[in-house]
């Protein structure tokens, strides 16, 4: 269950029925990455257990320690490290930029810190390397894929790129998407976004400010000739991934097969306090309602 507690980042309750407290007002991984290491007290059959961090270190109780490295191998193990490395055509040094590391942590859905201790703990980096990518906060990262323009810090922003195409992601209802896209603008190509639209989306370019372009693309890297477009889900969600499609063509020769097309979908999540959907339905079948 979430919901908002003061000073703890999760519980495990043993009493009873058995369950899961975790604190609502922490950042989607951070909920995540609690609830694994919960899960771990209860797999682990370690009774009733507080939590006020998360990584403890080495001098923590055993039990501690044992639920922090289940929660790490059920969040990111390293099959799935690699397959996200590869799909993105990354390599550990690629890893070292705060830009890289946070979209892994997106796609991982835990947070940036336990990303980088995901890396040591793989040992795909040292502690020296964990500790320079960890100077760089993940507010000033997505401040630099928005160009400032962040709302609510606590809440991600997924950079979808060719990489993407064909996947489920699973944003936060109100995280932001940006779809970065190469821009042929210059031989006559637009990105029509008339397909995305009728599913719901809202989508807008996003312009670098002048003078902050060069800020930005020093952080979040590249430097070629792209578009970005700021995506936000439909006000009333399904509960079955919606499918993001935008087609490049030229806009007065409609009836051609688009240049180019970018093709995703996105499963939201609502992390609202209380009982989660799936865990209302088991308990109303448990009591034999429907």
């Given at each position: 269950m979430l919901r908002p507690l003061e000073k703890l980042w999760g519980a495990f309750i043993s009493?009873?029925?058995?369950?899961?407290?975790?604190?609502?007002?922490r950042p989607?991984?951070?909920?995540q990455m609690t609830c694994a290491h919960e899960l771990g007290h209860f797999v682990l059959n370690h009774g009733t257990t507080t939590d006020e961090q998360l990584d403890y270190s080495n001098s923590a109780a055993r039990k501690e320690l044992e639920a922090d490295w289940f929660a790490y191998?059920?969040?990111?193990?390293?099959?799935?490290?690699?397959?996200?490395?590869?799909?993105?055509?990354?390599a550990v040094a690629d890893l070292a930029h705060p830009f890289?590391?946070?979209?892994?942590?997106?796609?991982?859905?835990i947070s940036y810190a336990a990303t980088a201790w995901s890396l040591q703990r793989l040992k795909l980096c040292d502690r020296t390397f964990v500790e320079e990518v960890l100077r760089v906060q993940p507010a000033v990262i997505k401040r630099a894929l928005l160009t400032g323009r962040l709302g609510n810090p606590q809440r991600d922003v997924w950079l979808l790129d060719d990489a993407?195409?064909?996947?489920?992601?699973?944003?936060?209802?109100d995280d932001q998407m940006l779809v970065r896209l190469k821009d042929h603008s210059g031989a006559g190509y637009v990105w029509d976004t008339n397909e995305a639209a009728s599913e719901g989306f809202t989508i807008e370019p996003v312009l670098l400010p002048p003078g902050n372009a060069g800020d930005a693309d020093a952080l979040i890297a590249g430097g070629e000739h792209y578009l970005d477009y700021l995506v936000s889900p439909a006000s009333i969600l399904t509960t079955s991934p919606t499918e993001l499609q935008l087609d490049e063509r030229k806009p007065w020769d409609?009836?051609?097969?688009?240049?180019?097309t970018f093709g995703t979908q996105a499963q939201f999540e609502d992390l609202a306090t209380g009982l989660s959907s799936v865990a209302k339905r088991a308990l109303l079948q448990g009591t034999g309602h429907s």
């Open positions: 009493e009873g029925l058995p369950g899961i407290l975790v604190n609502s007002e989607a991984g951070v909920i191998s059920l969040m990111a193990p390293r099959w799935a490290v690699a397959k996200i490395m590869k799909r993105k055509g990354w890289n590391l946070y979209q892994l942590s997106l796609r991982l859905g993407d195409r064909d996947l489920i992601l699973e944003p936060r209802v409609r009836s051609s097969a688009p240049r180019d």
